[in-house]
């Protein structure tokens, strides 16, 4: 199995089309809360919190990556919504790629590495069902959507600070 | 704002405390990892005592930093490397149960939370540099070991041994060791029907390349050798990001409801100013050039918001227009499914 020299190709849409899709989730969230009590900000901090990580899932591709269809998937459960998409078997990968190893000796998998991705994995969504190298390439899309994200909502928040 | 600076010194003692712990925390880290392997080689001791060390170096280093940034900046400062998350939730904690005024400070803590992370990777660097060699050497033995002493089980002294499987296992290892540095796979003597270790080979490379990439992209993962620091490194720095779009989140929550009756008021192009200065790739850049003294971004550490001036926006150009038409549909329509 020689090694394809493919590039590794994790492009980043701008930061408009993620400020966008922000202040149209926000903008949603407001018009389903018109009352804006402040009787629960843990609430409301959550929401937004939802809204910012779907409307960087969807900015960041949709479904074409597999940290945002498993962001999305997340969502939709919690509201029990119809999943939109084509189930993936990622259970049955998970438990090919640990078969393997289980079958193998131990020091097939340069355990070090093995053992730091399965941190990874947590911290990832969609991070379960993966294998290392392509956990590697979602988690570089992943840093670079969340890091663009955090500029759009700091942005945001220094535009709407008063006075 | 008094009370404020009290909790805040406070805080900073804690953060060298933090910091010391973790120090103490990859000594004994390395310390297990000598335990573990069997080989008692006299170097990897030595490896240890300079840790030992430099404890004290690493105190005065902080202290010193914290002396060069100030007081303004110095409490926020987050010395440990692990401590950044202590940092961020007493901050959180204290924004819950504080008023607006405290926001501001927290805002202050958010825009330097980059210099910060900078500030400490730069003084880990510090650190790593002296031992960075020393570090090289280990990590290298620790490699030989790991793979030599998964072959069979054995230690660095089996080499020796008569058996004619643990010498073709051993000298694999060895040369395994070596190909470690090269990207092509080549077949090595022992090797040549062996078609899972070079699958394996294969996919250790396509790893590593990745690894190499993420590098890249993770600011501070240069000067941390070997996988384990560096994939370190990067859970550290996508917990920082999670937790800095939550406590982002949190900010917005605070400061929406007041907003609330503004938002009807604030115009399209008032928040295309916004955005547009981002530092955004293309021909709209030139626009960015015009508008930044107006609205300087975080990047220059200060937020002059009595310098925006909304009906200069104007120069906003063509690749902007769909945004400008789809922020337009934001603000009229009155009905959007929320969709999820």
């Given at each position: 199995?020689?090694?394809?020299?493919?590039?590794?190709?994790?492009?980043?849409?701008?930061?408009?089309?993620?400020?966008?899709?922000?202040?149209?989730?926000?903008?949603?969230?407001?018009?389903?809360?018109?009352?804006?009590?402040?009787?629960?900000?843990?609430?409301?901090?959550?929401?937004?919190?939802?809204?910012?990580?779907?409307?960087?899932?969807?900015?960041?591709?949709?479904?074409?990556r597999l940290w945002?269809?498993?962001?999305?998937?997340?969502?939709?459960?919690?509201?029990?919504?119809?999943?939109?998409?084509?189930?993936?078997?990622?259970?049955?990968?998970?438990?090919?790629?640990?078969?393997?190893?289980?079958?193998?000796?131990?020091?097939?998998?340069?355990?070090?590495?093995?053992?730091?991705?399965?941190?990874?994995?947590?911290?990832v969504?969609g991070g379960?069902?993966m294998?290392?190298?392509k956990l590697m390439e979602e988690t570089a899309h992943y840093?670079?959507?969340?890091?663009?994200?955090?500029?759009?909502?700091?942005?945001?928040?220094?535009?709407?600070?008063?006075? | 704002?008094?009370?404020?600076?009290?909790?805040?010194?406070?805080?900073?003692?804690?953060?060298?405390?933090?910091?010391?712990?973790?120090?103490?925390?990859?000594?004994?880290?390395?310390?297990?990892?000598?335990?573990?392997?069997?080989?008692?080689?006299?170097?990897?001791?030595?490896?240890?005592?300079?840790?030992?060390?430099?404890?004290?170096?690493?105190?005065?280093?902080?202290?010193?930093?914290?002396?060069?940034?100030?007081?303004?900046?110095?409490?926020?400062?987050?010395?440990?490397?692990?401590?950044?998350?202590?940092?961020?939730?007493?901050?959180?904690?204290?924004?819950?149960?504080?008023?607006?005024?405290?926001?501001?400070?927290?805002?202050?803590?958010?825009?330097?939370?980059?210099?910060?992370?900078?500030?400490?990777?730069?003084?880990?660097?510090?650190?790593?540099?002296?031992?960075?060699?020393?570090?090289?050497?280990?990590?290298?033995?620790?490699?030989?070991?790991?793979?030599?002493?998964?072959?069979?089980?054995?230690?660095?002294?089996?080499?020796?041994?008569?058996?004619?499987?643990?010498?073709?296992?051993?000298?694999?290892?060895?040369?395994?060791?070596?190909?470690?540095?090269?990207?092509?796979?080549?077949?090595?003597?022992?090797?040549?029907?062996?078609?899972?270790?070079?699958?394996?080979?294969?996919?250790?490379?396509?790893?590593?390349?990745?690894?190499?990439?993420?590098?890249?992209?993770?600011?501070?993962?240069?000067?941390?050798?070997?996988?384990?620091?560096?994939?370190?490194?990067?859970?550290?720095?996508?917990?920082?990001?999670?937790?800095?779009?939550?406590?982002?989140?949190?900010?917005?929550?605070?400061?929406?409801?007041?907003?609330?009756?503004?938002?009807?008021?604030?115009?399209?192009?008032?928040?295309?100013?916004?955005?547009?200065?981002?530092?955004?790739?293309?021909?709209?850049?030139?626009?960015?050039?015009?508008?930044?003294?107006?609205?300087?971004?975080?990047?220059?550490?200060?937020?002059?918001?009595?310098?925006?001036?909304?009906?200069?926006?104007?120069?906003?150009?063509?690749?902007?227009?769909?945004?400008?038409?789809?922020?337009?549909?934001?603000?009229?329509?009155?009905?959007?499914?929320?969709?999820?």
């Amino acid at each position: 199995m020689a090694s394809a020299n493919k590039t590794i190709n994790t492009d980043v849409p701008a930061k408009d089309i993620f400020a966008l899709h922000f202040l149209q989730s926000l903008s949603n969230l407001r018009i389903q809360n018109p009352l804006n009590s402040p009787e629960e900000t843990t609430d409301r901090v959550k929401k937004i919190k939802m809204a910012a990580y779907i409307s960087m899932a969807r900015a960041a591709g949709g479904t074409n990556r597999l940290w945002s269809r498993a962001l999305l998937r997340r969502a939709s459960k919690e509201n029990n919504k119809i999943n939109r998409f084509s189930r993936r078997k990622r259970k049955v990968t998970w438990q090919i790629s640990s078969e393997r190893r289980g079958r193998r000796s131990s020091n097939r998998r340069a355990p070090v590495v093995e053992e730091v991705a399965e941190r990874l994995r947590n911290f990832v969504p969609g991070g379960g069902g993966m294998e290392t190298s392509k956990l590697m390439e979602e988690t570089a899309h992943y840093i670079k959507c969340l890091s663009m994200q955090v500029k759009v909502m700091q942005c945001l928040v220094d535009g709407l600070s008063p006075k | 704002m008094l009370e404020g600076l009290v909790s805040q010194e406070s805080f900073m003692d804690m953060s060298v405390l933090e910091r010391l712990k973790w120090v103490q925390q990859q000594q004994q880290q390395l310390q297990q990892v000598v335990s573990q392997s069997s080989n008692n080689s006299p170097g990897l001791f030595q490896i240890l005592q300079f840790h030992g060390s430099n404890n004290d170096e690493l105190l005065q280093s902080t202290f010193s930093h914290v002396q060069m940034l100030g007081s303004g900046f110095g409490p926020n400062y987050n010395m440990g490397f692990g401590s950044q998350h202590e940092a961020m939730d007493g901050c959180i904690s204290r924004t819950s149960s504080c008023h607006m005024e405290s926001v501001d400070a927290m805002g202050f803590m958010l825009k330097n939370n980059e210099e910060n992370r900078v500030i400490a990777l730069k003084n880990k660097r510090k650190q790593e540099v002296k031992t960075s060699e020393e570090e090289k050497a280990e990590k290298k033995i620790k490699v030989e070991i790991e793979t030599e002493s998964s072959m069979k089980g054995k230690s660095n002294m089996s080499i020796t041994e008569a058996s004619s499987d643990t010498s073709k296992e051993t000298s694999k290892g060895a040369s395994e060791n070596q190909k470690l540095d090269y990207i092509h796979v080549r077949a090595r003597r022992g090797q040549a029907t062996d078609r899972h270790s070079l699958a394996e080979r294969a996919r250790r490379e396509k790893i590593s390349k990745k690894m190499k990439y993420l590098q890249d992209i993770v600011p501070g993962c240069n000067k941390v050798t070997g996988k384990a620091g560096m994939l370190d490194e990067i859970i550290n720095y996508v917990q920082c990001l999670q937790r800095q779009v939550e406590f982002l989140s949190m900010k917005l929550a605070v400061l929406n409801p007041e907003l609330e009756i503004n938002m009807e008021d604030v115009s399209v192009k008032q928040f295309q100013a916004y955005f547009t200065n981002l530092p955004v790739v293309g021909a709209s850049k030139q626009s960015i050039m015009v508008d930044v003294p107006l609205f300087p971004l975080d990047q220059q550490g200060s937020l002059d918001l009595s310098a925006i001036n909304p009906n200069q926006t104007t120069s906003i150009e063509a690749p902007s227009a769909s945004w400008e038409a789809q922020s337009q549909n934001l603000y009229n329509t009155s009905s959007f499914g929320f969709q999820y």
